[in-house]
T-cell receptor, first 116, second 116 residues
Framework: GAGVSQSPSNKVTEKGKDVELRCDPISGHTALYWYRQSLGQGLEFLIYFQGNSAPDKSGLPSDRFSAERTGGSVSTLTIQRTQQEDSAVYLC??????????????FGAGSRLTVL | AQKVTQAQTEISVVEKEDVTLDCVYETRDTTYYLFWYKQPPSGELVFLIRRNSFDEQNEISGRYSWNFQKSTSSFNFTITASQVVDSAVYFCALSEAASGTYKYIFGTGTRLKVLA
């Protein structure tokens, strides 16, 4: 697509429920990143994909968080047994390739998650 | 370790004033990249500029200018003759070429309010 697409744009869920957030990167972008932006905070790195593999999962806050990417394209971030502290905007970004740190990230509009 | 500090949480200026957003970074690498992104109220981060560690030339793009000083580990952003449309949150980010982690570390952002 023309840009990075994320869905849903807004999700309200009850504590303890599972949620899935989807990211559709720009066609041809091999690198994909998930970040979390909490109210008044910066962007917290969660996970990075190169193709379908995730060389760096170090930012995932707990084992309730997982992510996968299929076909080198769409990625899904899953949060199990959601907690109120999971409430945030989850941002996805993609770039042509990783490996040098020079690549410009293109961001989606984000998925705002509210856990009641 | 990588770190980006944006000490200014929020700045308010009156339209047509000049404003400088500060960014201080920490890295052990000799090769790294610095970025500025703008996050307007719509939420989608927009890329503004990328600088590599070997290029300390200042850059000007219209009303925007960037001052990169390795001696003080700073990469400051100046908006000249600010306009209401400049109101947004601005993020400074750092990536390291050799770390292999491919993380882009973001500061906590500076919210700029330009008042008419």
């Amino acid at each position: 697509g023309a840009g990075v697409s994320q869905s849903p744009s807004n999700k309200v869920t009850e504590k303890g429920k599972d949620v899935e957030l989807r990211c559709d990167p720009i066609s041809g972008h091999t690198a994909l990143y998930w970040y979390r932006q909490s109210l008044g905070q910066g962007l917290e790195f969660l996970i990075y994909f190169q193709g379908n593999s995730a060389p760096d999962k170090s930012g995932l806050p707990s084992d309730r968080f997982s992510a996968e990417r299929t076909g080198g394209s769409v990625s899904t971030l899953t949060i199990q047994r959601t907690q109120q502290e999971d409430s945030a905007v989850y941002l996805c970004a993609s770039s042509f390739q990783a490996g040098s740190g020079a690549n410009v990230l293109t961001f989606g509009a984000g998925s705002r998650l509210t856990v009641l | 370790a990588q770190k980006v500090t944006q000490a200014q949480t929020e700045i308010s200026v009156v339209e047509k004033e000049d404003v400088t957003l500060d960014c201080v970074y920490e890295t052990r690498d000799t090769t790294y990249y610095l970025f500025w992104y703008k996050q307007p109220p719509s939420g989608e981060l927009v890329f503004l500029i990328r600088r590599n560690s070997f290029d300390e030339q200042n850059e000007i793009s219209g009303r925007y200018s960037w001052n990169f000083q390795k001696s003080t580990s700073s990469f400051n952003f100046t908006i000249t003759a600010s306009q209401v449309v400049d109101s947004a949150v601005y993020f400074c980010a750092l990536s390291e070429a050799a770390s292999g982690t491919y993380k882009y570390i973001f500061g906590t952002g500076t919210r700029l309010k330009v008042l008419a």
